[in-house]
């Protein structure tokens, strides 16, 4: 074989190359509406199974509310028995606030799967997929807030444990307020991850901001009467607009009287005026939204 012909093989290998080259297309989806859609149920749905795969998280998420209403409940009931009108008892006044328990641990700690796929380069993964970010970042949260509140809903469960009575009408209203409560703590969480690198950090400070959102909420005492202090942080913590609906529906099903009612359910206050309840969710709707959309923003950025 002649020196011109070894030199010209190379060249002919990379033109037919080339000509094959022209010849294969790859074909990816464009994006659509229908196609974002499908991404947030596959991503609502991989939530799903692994929540329904982890059964000890589900158990052991159960533990504290049912600790807080047996225990803590039954504890103080004969501290708190002489501000209780007859008929009530303590562990029927802090049943909201355990309801609200069972909903935010859960939904915050949905959110941490986030982190957890990151550190694991399964988010880089699902990121670079024909979908906008935004129905990533929707699916989770709306996964997230289908798992609080289911754990939401087995504590309802128990409601005759805490002399609630189990009335159609009062668990709807309480299902339809968990599950705005999940998605707007969802969506806080996923707001949080998406910034986060590290899964202990990121329990580091859900850990710091979960407790304190717990107990300024009124969970487990009245509005009324607070320091100055202590009331304003209580009104702009969003789990307060969600608890006092929660008591006023449940004291609203119990045979009170008007008095007894405006004593164990005031109502949450600004400078004397009373909010009204669709007013309360209302900003806890538009707080879960606005923090759904900082977490859009910031996943749209690059990773």
Known sequence: MSMATQTAQPGAITAQDGGLASQIRVAVPERSVRSDLRAVSIVWR????????????????????????LVLGTGLSSLAGGSMPPGVNFRTFIFPG????????????????????????????????????SAIVIGKTLG?????????????????LAGVPYNAELFLILIGELLLLSF????????????????????????????????????????????????????????????????????SHLSLSPAALAHL??????????????????????MGLAMLTIAIVEFSKTE
């Not at 997230?144 to 005759?160: D, F, K, N, R, Y």
């Open 46 to 69: 991989r939530e799903m199974i692994r929540f329904r795969r982890d059964r000890l998280r589900a158990v052991t998420s159960l533990v504290q509310p049912l600790l807080f209403l």
């Open 98 to 133: 355990v309801l609200a328990m069972s909903v935010l641990f859960t939904a915050v700690f949905s959110a941490a799967s986030i982190v957890w796929d990151r550190e694991f380069g399964f988010l880089r993964e699902m990121l670079v997929a024909p979908v906008s970010r």
């Open 144 to 160: 997230g807030a289908t798992i609080a509140t289911v754990q939401g809903v087995i504590m309802l469960a128990l409601a005759g």
């Open 184 to 251: 707007t703590i969802t969506a806080f969480g996923v707001m949080m991850a998406a910034r986060i690198t590290q899964f202990q950090a990121f329990m580091a400070l859900t850990q710091m901001l979960v407790m304190p959102l717990f107990f300024l909420s009124g969970a487990l005492y009245p509005l009324s009467g607070l320091p100055g202090w202590l009331s304003v942080l209580t009104r702009i913590d969003p789990l307060t607009y969600v608890v006092g609906p929660m008591r006023h529906a449940v004291f």
């Open 265 to 286: 359910s005031p109502g949450i206050t600004w400078v004397g005026w009373v909010v009204p309840i669709w007013l309360s969710l209302t900003i806890v709707a538009v």
